[in-house]
């Protein structure tokens, strides 16, 4: 940080930390008005930035003379599924990706169900039953054990 012995300060901070588990590399330019007998009060929030690549920064600003400074970036996202164009916290839109489904058979087990077919997204985790298999198979009349969902009868 350098003072200069005006009211102007100018001010680049260069630093990689983490925050709440989360590794920032910061960096911030400001150039402010500042009162140089000011014994700073700062008060903290986060600023929506909405950029492709940048969510929202951490800024520290005083309550007495305005002075502020970035103390770090959030460069991650949040959407609710891939389907879901606008950021949940800072409203920027993207394209839409949309769902990348695997499918898969699932042991549901019970008296009345054996398996279900289940398509699941690769990219957000979202799922749905496509189908449900209702019929247990018994490789002969003996057999108290379910070959495909492991149900006893």
Not at 55 to 71: D, E, F, L, N, P
Request: with cysteine; glycine share 4%; aromatic share 18%.
């Amino acid at each position: 940080m350098k003072f200069i012995k005006s009211k102007k300060l100018l001010m680049l901070c260069i630093a990689t930390f983490t925050f709440f588990g989360v590794l920032f590399d910061v960096f911030a330019i400001n150039e402010v008005l500042m009162d140089k007998n000011c014994e700073h009060i700062y008060s903290y929030s986060w600023e929506d930035v909405a950029t492709s690549s940048i969510c929202q920064k951490y800024i520290a600003t005083c309550s007495r003379c305005g002075y502020s400074y970035v103390i770090a970036y959030d460069y991650e996202h949040n959407y609710t599924d891939c389907e879901d164009s606008s950021c949940n916290d800072c409203g920027y839109t993207r394209p839409i990706p949309g769902h990348s489904y695997s499918y898969s058979w699932v042991s549901v087990s019970t008296a009345s169900i054996c398996q279900k077919y289940v398509a699941t997204c690769s990219r957000c985790g979202y799922s749905y039953v496509v189908s449900y298999d209702y019929v247990h198979y018994y490789p002969s009349s003996n057999t108290q054990v379910c070959r495909d969902c492991g149900y006893v009868r």
